[in-house]
């Protein structure tokens, strides 16, 4: 007979268990065993421990603490399983080994119940490897029944309201969440190893830069003023580079009033790397190598499926400019072009909505790639020398001044990274924020402010330096396979329920 104390139904059943588990709790506390005055248990062996090493410890005593997920066997003797961190491991309780009385209590625990066990570890008939009961010391009553077994917790909604729900009942997130901590891991590893030395910058500013985005607002009740949760944290480290540091990276939080849909959330993660005497070329390398290390090292490989296609991480991405993508995917050729008219016309012939945005050569290029061209990027791919209109804050390419030395990379459609020779001409950036003042004020508020303090850091020096972004949460989603940044996001941001 199996025990798993669900409610067969409605909402009617889960307020009659929830009484009943209280009942229960209190039954305990008037007998002086409140669990919850327990303040320690000494765990000394995990499930996967135990199954790893079974050879050594078959017939040791030990002990083990997690969550009662079943009860089977109703006489006098019980098989439990066992969930903790790394796992779940069967529990073998007998009447005969924790005596009438604590076995009677055994009895009443519920589905759910944490419980620190101590007992011998040996492996049934049957060949499952199993720890037999000694003790059993519940450590935390659980007061509302888990979901049914068999079905578990399917819902996103809820599985993203309640992800510590999801954690219990779902070990395929809490393996995402693994892989997530891995790879950040990675990337610390990765960029140490290259002598980048880890920041902080702050995450509240006076002005809003750095990224082209509608930001946050908060005040400062002290201070009297308004203050701008940051939208990235280029400005900053651009800054630690003049001051002499030649190689800083920042893993931190970002945050933007943005819209919301499978890979976009108001506050995601990025890491933001910079380099002295480098360009966009090095951090293309350093991209390539990143991702396509973290794939070996946690996976096992470089291939790996994402959204219903096969992904291929082998070092050697293609390196495209925006110019031959285009030319490639729609045939015309911006290159052979001069003039913004012919540019425009080029575009909208292709088929590109050119409304709203300005009538320039660079913007119809931006325009032609960005609406026929990235649904074609399904491998990665660089995309190299970006139109200086969308690269505010990118060195001109020496070669063409209409274009920068700029990259963004794309798998399967999806942009990860964004990665610029950095501008470091204070003169030319002055009147590069000048032209993102001029379209704030003309209603653009993602447009980019005037930050007086970095043109003043510059006009010190900067190196020549490449500098990169990358986000987080979109690797962890290649590499866990998942549709959404919501299931890679342990608390993603949602809708109060009304």
């Not at 390539?288 to 794939?295: D, I, N, Q, V």
């Not at 959204?307 to 995917?329: C, F, H, N, S």
């Not at 459609?413 to 001029?438: K, M, T, V, W, Y």
């Not at 010190?460 to 987080?472: A, C, F, L, N, V």
Request: hydrophobic content about 40%.
């Amino acid at each position: 007979m199996t025990e798993d104390n669900r409610p067969a139904g409605g909402q009617q059943d889960l307020n009659e268990q929830r009484l009943i588990r209280r009942a229960k709790l209190k039954e305990l506390q008037e007998a002086g065993q409140d669990p919850f005055q327990i303040t320690h248990f000494t765990v000394t062996h995990h499930s996967a421990d135990i199954k790893e090493g079974f050879e050594a410890l078959e017939g040791q005593r030990l002990s083990v603490a997690g969550r009662l997920m079943s009860k089977r066997g109703m006489g006098k003797a019980v098989f439990c399983d066992l969930q903790d961190e790394k796992g779940r491991i069967q529990l073998y309780v007998r009447i005969d080994e924790l005596g009438e009385e604590p076995f009677a209590r055994f009895k009443k625990l519920d589905i759910g119940d944490l419980v620190g066990v101590e007992g011998e570890v040996f492996k049934t008939k049957r060949g499952e490897i199993s720890v037999k009961a000694n003790g059993v010391t519940l450590l935390a009553k659980s007061l509302i029944p888990l979901p049914e077994k068999f079905h578990g917790l399917t819902d996103k909604e809820t599985r993203f309201r309640q992800r510590y729900v999801d954690l219990i009942m779902n070990e395929d997130v809490r393996r995402t969440f693994e892989i997530r901590t891995k790879f950040i891991q990675h990337v610390r590893r990765f960029l140490d190893q290259r002598g980048y030395m880890e920041v902080e910058t702050p995450v509240l500013n006076t002005i809003s830069s750095g990224a082209t985005a509608r930001p946050f607002i908060t005040h400062h009740n002290t201070l009297d003023i308004d203050l701008y949760m940051r939208i990235a944290t280029e400005l900053p480290l651009k800054r630690l580079i003049v001051g002499g540091f030649e190689r800083v990276y920042e893993i931190g939080r970002i945050f933007r009033n943005e819209g919301m849909d499978p890979k976009h959330n108001p506050e995601f993660t990025s890491v933001e790397l910079y380099q002295a005497y480098a360009d966009f070329h090095d951090m293309m390398d350093i991209a390539e190598g990143l991702l396509s290390s973290a794939a070996k090292d946690i996976l096992g490989g470089y291939q790996l499926e994402w959204m219903g296609r096969q992904i291929d991480l082998t070092p050697g991405w293609p390196r495209l400019t925006m110019a031959e993508a285009v030319k490639q995917y729609t045939g015309v050729d911006f290159m052979a072009i001069s003039s913004d008219a012919d540019a425009v016309q080029a575009a909208k012939n292709a088929g590109v909505d050119m409304d709203g945005v300005e009538q320039t050569w660079g913007r119809a290029l931006y325009e032609c790639f960005d609406q026929k061209v990235e649904e074609h990027l399904i491998q990665p791919t660089f995309i190299t020398m970006y139109p200086v209109e969308v690269s505010p804050l990118t060195k001109r390419s020496p070669a063409d001044p209409r274009l920068t030395e700029r990259f963004e990379f794309f798998i399967n459609c999806a942009e990860f990274g964004n990665a610029f020779s950095e501008l470091n001409d204070p003169i030319d950036q002055r009147g590069r924020f000048e032209h993102e003042l001029a379209l704030r004020e003309a209603g653009d508020d993602e447009a980019g402010m005037m930050d007086e303090d970095f043109l003043t850091a510059l006009e010190y020096g900067m190196p020549p330096t490449g500098g990169m972004g990358i986000g987080i949460d979109r690797c962890v989603m290649l590499l866990t396979n998942s549709d959404t940044i919501r299931e890679v996001i342990l608390f993603p941001t949602m809708k109060p329920l009304d």
